[in-house]
Every structure is written in structure tokens, then in C-alpha cells.
């Protein structure tokens, strides 16, 4: 089984700050990119940030220049941080994995999600 756990969400004021975590744990034998999505009230999940094992990174226009993906490979952690945070900024923030883990003897390339993590902007 593997787990993806996510903290640091909250209410922010806009122009604030926040960071997130999120670290994967269980039978992982690598993990290929991770990623954060959101989902507004009423609206589609879409895209924030993604990063590959290699560092390649991807951003939706919406966050460029005010988010920052960024992973620790030894803890199978990655992180977002969000600056210059708006109110259009608020939605549930989920943590995503594309990763090889065991099921038995087997390797499986399979794709996980988090609990997910509010995050509001509001003053």
C-alpha cells in the first residue's frame, strides 16, 4: 500500500503565504513525478504544478512566478510553496504520485492521490 499524507493548508489573508507538504510512504521502489492539483467550489480539478524525477518542472499559467514545486527524493516528499496567494487561489489542494510500487514480488507503475488540503484566501 502507499500513502500519500499532506499538511500546511489554512486560511491566508491575500498577498500571504503558505506551504505545503506532502510525503509518500509505503512499498515504493521510485517514484516518477509528483504533483499538486486543486479544485475550486464548482469547478474542475485542474493542474498547479508537477515535477519529474529529473526536475523538469510544469506550472499552470494561473501560478507561474508565485508557486514553487520542489521535492526531496530521500524522504519521497514534495513540497509547494505559494506566494502573493488570491482569492481565486482558494481550493482543496491534492497531492498526486506517478510512482513504481510493490504488490508482492511485483513492481506496478500506478498513480495515487492525497486526502487532500484547504486552502483559503480570504481577509
Known amino acids: 500500500q502507499v500513502q500519500l499524507v499532506e499538511s500546511g493548508g489554512g486560511l491566508v489573508q491575500p498577498g500571504g503565504s503558505l506551504r505545503l507538504s506532502c510525503a509518500a510512504s509505503?512499498?515504493?521502489?521510485?517514484?516518477?513525478?509528483m504533483g499538486w492539483y486543486r479544485q475550486a467550489p464548482g469547478k474542475q480539478r485542474e493542474l498547479v504544478a508537477t515535477?519529474?524525477?529529473?526536475?523538469?518542472?510544469n506550472y499552470a499559467d494561473s501560478v507561474k512566478g508565485r508557486f514553487t514545486i520542489s521535492r526531496d527524493n530521500a524522504k519521497n516528499t514534495v513540497y509547494l510553496q505559494m506566494n502573493s496567494l488570491k482569492p481565486e487561489d482558494t481550493a482543496v489542494y491534492c497531492c498526486?504520485?506517478?510512482?513504481?510500487?510493490?504488490?508482492?514480488?511485483?513492481?506496478?507503475?500506478?498513480?495515487?492521490w492525497g486526502q487532500g488540503t484547504q486552502v483559503t484566501v480570504s481577509s
Open positions: 509505503g512499498m515504493i521502489f521510485s517514484i516518477n513525478a
Open positions: 515535477m519529474a524525477s529529473g526536475g523538469n518542472t
Open positions: 498526486n504520485a506517478d510512482l513504481w510500487g510493490y504488490r508482492g514480488y511485483a513492481r506496478v507503475r500506478a498513480e495515487y
